[in-house]
């Protein structure tokens, strides 16, 4: 079956149509979810962003950007201060954000500041372990190693006497025994 040129341009021009009447209604369903997202976050009082909005509506950031109206709303919302109160506490406003979120990045300033000080005692205690692990570091007790070294000197020179003593007793038995040798050789020459 062969289509004339004549009914092609219809054909196409009716295609043409309805994709745009197809996205078009898509348009609208999704403007209608960003403005039922942006409902339930008033209702709510979450924090709106464009971001959050988008997620919540499940439609793609660049959709908010194109539709500038939805766009200037989203923003308004987010500069403006939630008005929810439920009785319960005070009034969340940004100021009071503001003052939070300038208190936390203080504390984490000084819980930083207290990890590092903590972190250079532990370090330096670890090195002070290991330096005298290592022994090359002054022993604990010095007291008693200086003991030990005063007896160890005096036996060292108790034992360079006894050694003196024993040199001359060995030289004394030499020269004795070279007498003796000598003695004996005079005898037996003379025989």
Request: no cysteine; proline share 3%.
């Amino acid at each position: 079956m062969t289509i004339s040129k004549s009914t092609q341009p219809t054909a196409t021009g009716f295609r043409t149509e309805a994709m745009m009447k197809g996205r078009q209604a898509d348009s609208a369903r999704r403007r209608q979810r960003v403005i039922a997202a942006l409902n339930k976050a008033i209702t709510d009082g979450t924090q709106i962003s464009v971001s959050g909005i988008a997620r919540a509506a499940a439609v793609d950031r660049t959709f908010l950007y194109r539709h500038r109206d939805l766009l200037e709303k989203i923003h308004a919302l987010e500069a403006a201060p939630p008005t929810i109160s439920q009785g319960t506490g005070p009034t969340v406003t940004r100021a009071s954000l503001q003052a939070d979120l300038l208190a936390a990045h203080e504390r984490a300033v000084r819980l930083n500041a207290r990890a590092q000080q903590l972190e250079k005692r532990l370090s330096e205690a670890l090195g002070e372990q290991v330096w005298r692990e290592s022994g090359l570091g002054t022993p604990t007790d010095v007291d008693t190693l200086n003991d030990k070294i005063t007896h160890l000197e005096q036996q060292v020179v108790d034992l360079r006497l006894q050694l003196e003593e024993r040199d001359e007793d060995l030289s004394a038995a030499r020269a004795t025994n070279r007498e003796l040798m000598a003695q004996l050789n005079q005898a037996t020459a003379r025989r």
